[in-house]
């Protein structure tokens, strides 16, 4: 799943050293240059955290819709089985109209019916509790998903005010620049942290 826009860093990072090699190394391109490699490193990481956690919480969703389907299945069954045990009562009140005994048989299958009924109750409850704690898991990953893909903007949009420092050799950029990678930086350890 794409994050948006990316900003080629290889092509900031040589017009920097390009612009420090024009002015003969000065310490503001340097500086730049180098919060602009942190970021661009911090970016890089904040961005594959971003795709793991939406991939991650993509394979929950799926789990999540496999567990409803076998629950719809065995509901589907406990309904069948309460279809058989209607017919089979049926059948027995047939033989009870009659002045006739039931068969032991249609006892029997209505207590194996019932039975039945009650296991695949319990096992699409059961199936319904996993998918609704798969959902949850996902859910959350898709919430730490969305921090990432936050870190990740405010992490290229200070590379490219770097950039722009650079070529304006302008500090209020450059500081500018710092401020949105550090607000990136944080919201970063803020995704991190809701692991």
Sequence with gaps: MPEGPEIDTDKLR???DDEIEKEGGGTLLRTIALTTAL??????IASLEAGSTVNEALALKTEATQKQAQ??????????????ATVTELSKNSWTALDKTPPEELAKNL???AADQRKSKEDAETLEHERDEKNKEADELMHRHHFFA???ALLQVAIALGAVGALTRKRPAWLASVLLGLGGLGVFIWAWLLH
Aim: aromatic fraction near 18%; charge should be neutral.
């Design 111 to 113: 207590e194996r019916y």
């Design 39 to 44: 970021f661009a490193a911090l970016a890089a």
């Design 150 to 152: 936050q870190s990740v």
């Design 14 to 16: 040589e017009t920097i």
């Design 71 to 84: 629950a719809s299945d065995q509901w589907a069954y406990y309904q069948a089985k309460g279809l058989k």
